[in-house]
C-alpha cells in the first residue's frame, strides 16, 4: 500500500462545476497535510494547508480527519486555469511523501 | 514567504559527463534538504536526505555513488550526477526544511536534466 493515495483521475469537468479531489495517508504520525498544483514540466507550487479545522482560500476548501487519515480538497466554480495535476501531500519533519496526482481538465 | 533557489533550471549533457545541480535557501537556514526526482507521469520521489555537516542519508534504490550530495553549509545542498545516463533524465527538485519551523519545507524550482 502506498503512503499517500489520492483519487486516481483524471477529471474531466465544465467550467463553473465543483470538484472534489480525495486523498488517505497510512502513516499515522505524519504532521503536516498540503495540497500542490503542479502545471506540466514545472515545479509543484503551494495551494493551501490543510488543518483539522478546514481551511478556506477563495474558491478552494481544504478538510483534514485526522481519525481516518483523510484530506479532501474541494474547488468551487472551477476555472480553466485551474487544469492542472494536484497533489496531496504529507509531511513529517520536513520530508514530504508525494501521492500519484490527480489531474484536473477544466473545459469551456 | 521562504525563497528556495535550484540551479540550472535546465541542463542537457552528454551520456558519461556528471552534473551539478544546486539548491540554495536564500532567506533562512536549512540544516536539512531533500532531494526529489520525478519522471514522467510520475509522482515526486524522495531520493535522499542531505543534512548540512554529515552524510546524506539514500533512500532505497538510490545509488549514493551516482548521486553525490554534498551539503556544506547551512544554505547550500548540491546533487552530482555522475556518469549520466539517458535513463538518469527526469526532473530533479530539492526542498529546504526550514531550521526554525519544523515542519515546513519549501521547493526550488527544480532541474529538468536531459541526457543524450
Known amino acids: 500500500r502506498k503512503e499517500v493515495e489520492q483519487d486516481p483521475g483524471p477529471f474531466n469537468v465544465p467550467e463553473g462545476a465543483t470538484v472534489a479531489f480525495n486523498c488517505t495517508y497510512s502513516n499515522s504520525a505524519s504532521q503536516s497535510f498540503f495540497w500542490y498544483r503542479q502545471d506540466c514540466r514545472k515545479e509543484p507550487k503551494l495551494l493551501m494547508s490543510?488543518?483539522?479545522s478546514g481551511n478556506e482560500d477563495g474558491r478552494f476548501t481544504a478538510q483534514l480527519n485526522r481519525a481516518s487519515q483523510y484530506i479532501s480538497l474541494l474547488i468551487r466554480d472551477s476555472k480553466l486555469s485551474d487544469s492542472a495535476t494536484y497533489l496531496c501531500v504529507v509531511t513529517n519533519a520536513g520530508k514530504s511523501t508525494f501521492g500519484d496526482g490527480t489531474t484536473l481538465t477544466v473545459k469551456p | 514567504g521562504a525563497v528556495v533557489s535550484q540551479h540550472p533550471s535546465r541542463v542537457i549533457c552528454k551520456s558519461g559527463t556528471s552534473v551539478k545541480i544546486e539548491c540554495r535557501s536564500l532567506?533562512?537556514?536549512?540544516?536539512?534538504m531533500f532531494w526529489y526526482r520525478q519522471f514522467p507521469k510520475q509522482s515526486l520521489m524522495l531520493m535522499a536526505t542531505?543534512?548540512?555537516?554529515?552524510?546524506?542519508?539514500?533512500e532505497q534504490g538510490v545509488e549514493k555513488d551516482k548521486f553525490l550530495i554534498n551539503h556544506a553549509s547551512l544554505t547550500l545542498s548540491t546533487l552530482t550526477v555522475t556518469s549520466a545516463h539517458p535513463e538518469d533524465s527526469s526532473f530533479y527538485i530539492c526542498s529546504a526544511r526550514d531550521t526554525a519551523l519544523s515542519t515546513e519545507a519549501f521547493f526550488g524550482q527544480g532541474t529538468r536534466l536531459t541526457v543524450v
Open positions: 542531505s543534512n548540512e555537516g554529515s552524510k546524506a542519508t539514500y
Open positions: 532567506d533562512f537556514q536549512a540544516t536539512t
Open positions: 490543510v488543518y483539522s
